[in-house]
């Protein structure tokens, strides 16, 4: 049985959006970079990554090789995409008040954030040995090459955020009681314009509280004579 805040379902929908707390989170800002990642990538092949020399036909910058250029605008759109869809998962996460919803909203992040890390870096290996092995006769005037270095280049950051945002889904899944862990807004403090509750006890005395969740005391009612009653004394011989 799973306690009733795991995944910080007791908090569903109790605080209001902020977009502020929402977008300062460290968890958005490597989301809005992997997107911001993403884009370059896909966009360097698009717009400069194919070439043609003496023919319509289109060639690929990295060794003429169109599976490298296939494999980077793929890559790149598949995680533009999943930015997008994770970036609105983060702002109706909390206020989804079922635990196995959160959960399961947890568990596709750690593997979306695992799997686009390793498709990252396999990119990252496979256009960067394309690259070098691409001639500098294949390029005349080394057309596209800016295109190919930025594309390497933001594949290997993108490794890094995405590998981040995968440390991050999974201690979200292995501590899941923990709602800080889960929604971007924090635990509010305590009002201070609380008024003071007073529990009377025994004796008469009283004790001030200011916090409205604390149970008063448990109390027993003592027997006056049982409180005047004198203790027997020891016959005299």
């Keep these: 049985m799973e306690p009733a ?14 977009p502020v707390a929402f977008f300062t989170h460290p968890r958005t800002i490597l989301r809005l970079l992997s997107w911001v990642f993403s884009i370059v990538v896909f966009s360097c092949i698009v717009n400069e990554g194919y070439i043609n020399i003496g023919s319509e036909r289109l060639l690929c910058v990295f060794n003429n090789n169109a599976d490298a250029c296939n494999y980077g605008i793929t890559i790149g759109v598949a ?14 996460f ?18 979306f ?25 294949e390029l005349p005037l080394a057309q596209g090459s800016d295109a190919a270095r930025a594309t390497i280049a933001f594949c290997f950051f993108s ?58 005391p448990f109390t027993e009612t003592l027997d006056p004579q049982k409180l005047t009653q004198q203790r027997p004394m020891a016959p005299a011989f």
């Design 5 to 18: 805040g795991a995944y910080g379902a007791r908090k569903a929908g109790s605080v209001v959006f902020d």
């Design 79 to 92: 995680c533009f995409l999943g930015s997008i869809c994770f970036l609105i998962l983060d702002v109706y």
């Design 94 to 111: 909390p206020t989804i008040s079922n635990i196995r919803d959160r959960r399961r909203a947890v568990l596709l992040d750690l593997v």
């Design 113 to 137: 954030s695992g799997l686009s890390s390793f498709l990252w870096f396999v990119g990252f290996c496979f256009l960067a040995n394309q690259w070098q092995a691409t001639s500098p006769d």
């Design 159 to 216: 490794i890094l955020t995405w590998f981040v945002l995968t440390l991050s889904a999974l201690r979200r899944f292995l501590t899941g009681s923990n709602t800080n862990l889960f929604t971007w807004q924090h635990l509010d403090p305590a009002p201070s314009n609380i008024r003071a509750t007073p529990y009377p006890i025994a004796n008469g005395a009283t004790i001030v509280t200011t916090n409205p969740y604390q149970a008063p």
